[in-house]
């Protein structure tokens, strides 16, 4: 059974550009998560979604990043314009819903904003 | 809110030997899951065990077990038999049941290091 595939893996693009991220979860998991992990930390929700619906975007800066879950499957993340500070690992995981499965992680994408 | 707390930065283990990694979580769920993760220094994210709050028994899974302690809101990972391959990031995550499951809160995370 294929996981959770993330793509690119690596990105480098210079402040001010647009970059996106794409996330193709495990087959049936109703429940996709954007996690964002700085250097040395944990990683932090983005943003959830359960099926096509946006459940939980309360952390996303949306001022500059935006999401989209078509039809409830793959998944983009899209930062515009990117800045300095955005420079971390993008992680998706997906899941079924209910508290007591655990998420499966994709191998994240390393942004660097130079 | 929820928060996880793990006060251990770093830790050392000598190869064969066991180790706890601690974690304390603060929710005002009464019902939540508590899970580890492991991260080596390719970058995935590796489930390792789960323990619901209402689960009787700490959880087991192979060398992976969880101690935990609900009225001190305390789930350490004990680790039996360390091997080099264990030298990894360490996050425990917890995530509450409410309207069939939230997302998950992580730790800022322990880095073991398994000595040979």
């Known amino acids: 059974e294929a996981g959770v595939v993330q793509s690119p893996r690596y990105k480098i693009i210079e402040k001010k550009q647009p970059v996106a991220f794409w996330c193709n979860p495990i087959?049936?998991?109703?429940?996709l998560y954007w996690y964002l992990q700085n250097l040395g930390q944990g990683p932090e929700l983005l943003i959830r979604?359960?099926?096509?619906?946006?459940?939980?975007d309360s952390q996303l800066p949306k001022d500059r990043f935006s999401a989209e879950r078509l039809k409830g499957v793959d998944s983009t993340l899209k930062i515009q314009p990117a800045e300095l500070g955005d420079s971390a690992v993008y992680l998706c995981?997906?899941?079924?819903?209910?508290?007591?499965?655990?998420?499966?992680f994709g191998q994240g994408t390393r942004l660097t904003v130079v | 809110a929820q928060k996880i707390t793990q006060t251990q930065p770093g830790m050392f283990v000598q190869e064969k030997e066991a180790v706890t990694l601690d974690c304390t979580y603060d929710?005002?769920?009464?019902?939540?899951?508590l899970f580890w993760y492991k991260q080596p220094s390719s970058g995935e994210m590796i489930f390792l065990i789960y323990?619901?709050?209402?689960?009787?028994q700490n959880a087991t899974e192979g060398r992976y077990s969880l101690n935990f302690q609900k009225a001190r809101k305390s789930a350490n990972l004990v680790i039996s038999a360390s091997q080099l391959g264990d030298s990894a990031m360490y996050f425990c995550?917890?995530?509450?049941?409410?309207?069939?499951?939230?997302?998950?809160?992580f730790g800022p995370g322990t880095r073991l290091s398994v000595l040979p």
């Open positions: 929710t005002s769920d009464q019902s939540y899951g």
């Open positions: 995981a997906s899941s079924f819903r209910g508290a007591d499965t655990e998420a499966f």
């Open positions: 979604y359960e099926n096509e619906e946006a459940v939980d």
């Open positions: 995550a917890m995530r509450p049941s409410r309207n069939y499951g939230q997302n998950f809160v």
């Open positions: 323990q619901g709050s209402y689960d009787e």
């Open positions: 087959s049936g998991h109703n429940t």
